[in-house]
C-alpha cells in the first residue's frame, strides 16, 4: 500500500489521524510522523519512493504545510515528475506525483483555492470525521 506521511503540530491531532487511518486500513508501521514541515521534508526525501501520501496541517512552525506542499512539488518539478505551467494542475489533476491532503482550521474559500494551486490533491477541514477522511482517501484511489 506504500506509507503516509502525516505531518501535524498537534500530537493530539496526529494521533487522531494515525488512529484513523489505521481503523480505515492502513498498517501502523507504514504511518510516517513529523511535527513540522522541516521534519515532513525530511521524512519526504528519506521515504520518496515508498510515500503514496501526504497529510498536512497548514499552520505549523519552522515550515507550515503550505510551504511544504509547495517544496515538495517543485522537486516533482525537478525530477521530471510534474511539469510546469498549465500542465503542473493537468499532471496533478490526472494523479502524478505524490498525494497531497491539507488537512486544516483553515476553511476559508481564499486558502481553498491558494492549497488546490500550490498542487494539494484533497481538502480537509477540522473537525473532520473518520467518515470524511476516508471518503477524501477513497476519491484519491488511495483506500
Given at each position: 500500500m506504500g506509507k503516509i506521511l502525516v505531518v501535524e503540530d498537534s500530537s493530539t491531532m496526529r494521533r487522531i489521524i494515525k488512529n484513523t487511518l489505521v481503523k480505515i486500513g492502513f498498517n501502523k508501521d507504514d504511518i510516517l510522523e513529523a511535527e513540522d514541515g522541516v521534519k515532513g521534508w525530511e521524512l519526504y526525501r528519506k521515504y520518496k519512493d515508498e510515500i503514496k501520501a501526504v497529510l498536512t496541517d497548514w499552520n505549523m512552525p519552522n515550515m507550515n504545510g503550505?510551504?511544504?506542499?509547495?517544496k515538495i512539488r517543485a522537486f516533482e518539478q525537478q525530477q521530471g515528475i510534474l511539469g510546469k505551467g498549465p500542465q503542473?494542475?493537468?499532471?496533478?489533476?490526472?494523479g502524478k506525483g505524490v498525494k497531497i491532503v491539507m488537512i486544516t482550521t483553515e476553511g476559508?474559500?481564499?486558502?481553498?483555492?491558494?492549497?488546490?494551486k500550490a498542487g494539494v490533491n484533497n481538502y480537509v477541514v477540522k473537525p473532520f470525521t473518520p467518515q470524511s477522511l476516508?471518503?477524501?482517501?477513497?476519491q484519491m484511489k488511495l483506500i
Open positions: 503550505l510551504e511544504l506542499v509547495k503542473f494542475m493537468k499532471d496533478i489533476k490526472s476559508g474559500k481564499d486558502s481553498v483555492i491558494e492549497a488546490l476516508k471518503e477524501k482517501l477513497s
